[in-house]
């Protein structure tokens, strides 16, 4: 007989401030201290910070020149992607020693599916412990683990007493918890869709819940779906060991804002060659490109459309970019960033993931 839902036994485990932390981990004289992997210069992004950055409210994604004024004392360190992908599999070995129902989220982030595990562990907090323990004393570095009969709870699980957190959602307290929950801890809740759900009265999870199917839907569209079951305790999507790649996509940070259209096509340019390199190098097809904008004051847009025929080479990609460019304002509005991603593949069995590159920071995955 298949498993009911609340029989499902899941993990979600997240590595505290990974970077920052196995940068600390190498070089004790970091140990203690405000860090940001990432760089200083004016252009520079952070991409991760350390618990002792975070508390001036510095964070991933942020401008260097904003976390630098948040905390003078800020240390800046060049990212080393090869340490934290060999790390990385480190943590999965020891994952595979409990399961080999593994879905990576990213190279600090998992799902693991414990209900039948290889050491015959009847808790999956036990497991859970087990797991925390040995990333400990092996690797030198910790982790928060979220335990529970689903993802979406798995994750909140995770994030609840982050950092070396470890917490589970029974069955039964599920609606109770959720209850309580800020909206805005909602997975696919974002600002924008936080602030909607706000003027609709909606701020925890109680709010949610006693919105209609077709009230939310008529809000978020298929979203809307989602934010029902999820009010419910109900998430039924399954942990994926292996992940279909929807889309290939590259964006480069620029050197400086720029707002002269020829400047921007000529950046376009190099955008979509360097996504025509990726395609070929993935043997993907797809035929829906998305031009990806960020302004230079982080706000960012999208812009997408599908066509009949496969978007693989310079012809026929840069002037389905260059007519979705049309549809941005940047004139008053100087550009930042630049993306171009394919997606809509015609064999949905190509085993990939999706993924964005950023190619202004080298250890960016």
């Excluded at 800046?76 to 020891?94: C, L, T, W």
């Excluded at 009230?215 to 569209?221: A, I, M, Q, S």
Aim: proline residues 4%; hydrophobic residues 40%; aromatic residues 8%.
């Amino acid at each position: 007989m298949p498993l009911r839902m609340e029989q499902r036994k899941i993990l979600h485990i997240d590595m505290d401030a990974f970077y920052a932390s196995v940068e600390q981990r190498d070089n004790p004289d970091l140990r203690g201290k405000p860090i940001a992997v990432g760089h200083a210069e004016q252009r520079g992004v952070v991409s991760a910070a350390s618990y002792e950055a975070r508390k001036f409210g510095v964070r991933s994604a942020m401008s260097s020149l904003k976390a630098k004024k948040l905390c003078p004392e800020l240390i800046f360190v060049p990212g080393r992607m090869n340490v934290y992908k060999e790390v990385s599999a480190q943590i999965h070995d020891i994952f595979h020693q409990y399961t080999d129902i593994i879905e990576p989220i990213s190279l600090d982030e998992a799902f693991l599916d414990v209900t039948i595990n290889k050491p015959g562990i009847a808790l999956a907090v036990d497991i859970g412990k087990e797991i925390k323990q040995k990333i400990r004393e092996q690797l030198n570095l910790v982790a928060s683990v979220g335990v529970s009969y689903n993802k979406f709870l798995a994750k909140i699980a995770s994030d609840y007493r982050k950092p070396d957190g470890l917490c589970t959602i029974h069955p039964d307290q599920a609606l109770e918890f959720i209850a309580r929950l800020p909206i805005e801890s909602f997975w696919g809740v974002g600002p924008v869709t936080a602030k909607r759900m706000h003027e609709l009265g909606i701020y925890k999870g109680a709010h949610l819940r006693e919105y209609s199917l077709g009230g939310l839907t008529k809000e978020f569209g298929k979203m809307g779906k989602i934010y029902y079951d999820f009010a419910r305790g109900i998430d039924e999507r399954p942990v994926e060991a292996e992940r279909i790649r929807k889309s290939i996509g590259c964006e480069q940070t620029l050197e400086k804002d720029i707002s002269r259209k020829s400047s921007v096509i000529i950046e376009l340019y190099h955008v979509a060659n360097e996504l025509i390199r990726r395609l070929e190098g993935k043997e993907f097809y797809g035929n829906t490109l998305t031009l990806k904008i960020k302004f230079g004051d982080f706000t960012q847009i999208t812009r997408s459309q599908t066509v009949t025929h496969e978007l693989t080479t310079l012809d026929t990609i840069l002037p389905l970019a260059k007519k979705l460019l049309k549809e941005v304002e940047f004139e008053n509005h100087p550009i930042r960033l630049i993306g171009l991603s394919v997606s809509n593949p015609r064999d949905e069995q190509e085993k990939h993931e999706a993924v964005w590159e950023q190619l202004s920071i080298d250890f960016d995955e």
